[in-house]
């Protein structure tokens, strides 16, 4: 047997891994995300742990790899899966053994179940833990808070708490699979070698849906980036135009669209310095794109492309390889030739997985045989099949496969042989569900990427008035769809999500009729309306990490949604979702997309003469000019801006008007004419006034540090350090993290131009490692560059270009752009150089490029 690579959790901090029941507990589950996050510390929360049948390879995997067991409990016990004895809620508590443990109970609990109550027991019994008792989330987050902090003095180097990402950012990006892949060690060998050739700068894996193309591409960069090279992963399932390629293939390698800079150029610097392989995965249903692929490799003489298609791209850098299916035994094989065949290792390990202890035995071989021959060694249909060993012996799903296989192909002899093998598998599979699970397969395939549970649950409502236990039978049929693994797991930024593959998605979708579809269209963009409702206040608070997060994982149905409000030309609904994800699509780099959504929004207003409300053309014009100026000083965008502005003021939404006119100083102090400085201070004091009027701590946060950024470039440094000490005061008020990086990081560069040297190295210090718990690039940046500062204002020439070196690689390859004329530690680096430092600067510069950021601090402390 091949040995298991474990499944990594996607952070190298300390790990908290917190059990618990979902429903009844989740708001605690925020709270706990949201205390374990305030420490820097890792949340792994494993939202499917207290499934009906939980995938247990999945939880222990995340509980073996983290460090400390938080067990949340109430009245719930968990359901217990069949053929087991205990819930997924209890053997996560034994599996936690060996682990600083921290149990919160909460009270009262007058409905408690009585195996909880016997799990309690023990759970009192065990002198490794400690357990309180509490009554509501924010006393739980208290305690949390205490608990976790106490633990870490006690028992762990507090060094070890902040992020220590042991390779430059934005070097590996591919998806963590869930499972070993099984019987590809020779196509991962072959596919590595070729990629590995100087003549081969693009490879394609041939073969139909099903076949295991992008498992076999997630695997070979996966052992490329083990080896050291830098890979990025680009999906390209849920686009539906060439348009859409380049901002995926920018979101594949940590690219940040900000609007600053050209995408396109800004992907090319990503790839200007060093090797790279891309993996652009599913590109068939938009093979008018690869041009963009041309001219990614011809402006990048160091990038390697592997694509997935099922049809050659048929271009003259193309390698193709194609992926055939996985062994199955030949008709005179033995039976333990038989048992090592990748076909019948994969059905015995997927089967393993739903039926704990299942194995090949003497009674089952043959039947197991002829099921893998059947479905002609395609991975997908024998995983399909494999998923319903839980409720057939291998025997009974045999006779049931063949008489399924020969209905079902006969009604389809127009595909390919291996194709109408997986269109029959699927539809055999889901013709086993019982009739809500089919109604939920189809309404499902309405999403256009990965989803949460609650989305799922939200669109699978039935219309208001629905019976009460409607949302049970919601919750099997989507338990029922992931124990067939017709609905997939996944996660992405520590959000649990489902996936539908394609070929079932299309498949699901095939069964709606029009008013179905409609329908379902309707839920599925009222859901992530909703939530982006939801996440305007939520990110501008304590738990700001898990709403990005939550919003990032489920970014392809929020950009689906948006494309299909704009041209459906409902536009006021469009302009009201845009300005709902204002602050997530600033923090996450999405600043350029919604420009582009915007322009058409306007554009198409006037071309086709549609009535918009005020408010929508407030957005619009606003999304389309805030930004425009970086990448052309030439256009004049103030007009469109002073209108947004009136306009928004005119809706009554002071908030949106002070930030317009925060971007109408920025606009004013880039001028190519020469800034506007007067005119930018009346805008930028407006600004200031008009969030202060509104009660706005958020805003007034970043007006002031704005406005404090222009005093110090005037040389107005007690005035700077004021204004940035008030936005301090009002990041720490919203409890909102970033904010407070940002009006920090300020006053260190206020306190290291009068002097305080160590007190700016404190504030830096501070905002970085915040910021690497954040996974926020742009602070990272900028601590680096503060950081940098002080080296330099210290002497310390080699620790400064290697800093800012740092900084500069990490803006080059995330697509940050630091302003010019706001470059602040210009001046003490122009000093180090005249004190005749260049030479070490310049040299540590260029070494960092090659450095991680954990390295290069590393490095400066020694």
Known sequence: MEARAPIRTPDQRIRVFVSSTLKELEPERRAARAAIERLHLAPVMFELGARPHPPRSLYRSYLEQSDIFVGLYWERYGWVAPDEEISGLEDEYRLSDGRPSLIYIKEPAPHREERLHALLDDVRADDRTSYKSFRTPEELGDLLVADLATLLADRFDAASAIADPRRPAGTTRYPAPYTDIIGREREVAEVSRLLQRPDVRMVTLLGPGGIGKSRLAIEVGKAISDAGGDVGFALLESLTSPEQVLPAIARGVGVRDTGDVPLESAVLAAFADRDYLLIVDNMEHIIDAVGVLVD????????????????????????????????????????HASSEASAIRLFVERAAAVRPGFRLTAENTAAVVGICRALEGVPLAIELAAARVRSYTPQQLLARLGSALTVLVDGARDLPSRQRTIRSTIEWSARLLDEPAREALAVLSV????????????????????????????ERAIDALVDTSLLQLRERGGVELF???ALVRAYGTAQLDREQADAARERWIAHYVRLGVESATGVRGPEELWWLALLDAQAENI????????????????????????????????????QSWMTDLLESRDRERIEIRPRAEAVALYYANAISFWQNPDLDVVPGLRRAAALFEDEGDVSAAALTRLSLALAMLA???????????????????????????????????????????????????????????HARAQHERLAVVIAQHHRGWARLLQGEVDPADADFSEGLDASIAMAHDEGIAYGLEGLGGVAAVRGRAAAAGLLLGAAATLRRRTGIVNLAQFALYDPAVAALRDAGGGDAFDEAAARAATMSVAEVLDAVRE
């Open 296 to 335: 990614l490799l011809t402006q990048s003489p160091r990038l390697t492309i592997l694509v997935t298609s099922r049809s050659p791209l048929r271009v003259r850098a193309e390698h193709t390889f194609a992926v055939l299916p996985l062994s199955v035994p030949g008709t005179d094989d033995s039976a």
């Open 447 to 474: 999403f256009a990427g990965p989803f949460t549970r609650d989305a799922a649950e939200d669109v699978l409502d039935v219309a208001s008035g629905a019976e009460q236990d409607a949302g049970i039978d919601r």
């Open 499 to 501: 996936t539908l593959l």
């Open 559 to 594: 950009v689906a949604v948006m494309r299909h409000l704009l041209d459906a030309r409902r536009f006021d609904e469009a302009a009201d979702f845009a300005w709902s994800l204002y602050l997530t699509l600033w923090l996450h780099g999405y600043l350029g997309v919604v």
């Open 671 to 729: 001028r190519t004419e020469g800034p506007d400085v007067p005119g930018a201070t009346a805008a930028l004091d407006a600004a200031i006034e008009g969030y202060r009027s509104a009660g706005d701590d958020w805003g007034q946060a970043m007006a002031l540090v704005t406005r404090g950024r222009l005093d110090l470039v005037l040389g107005a440094v007690d005035v700077a350090r004021e204004r940035f000490e008030q936005a301090l005061a």
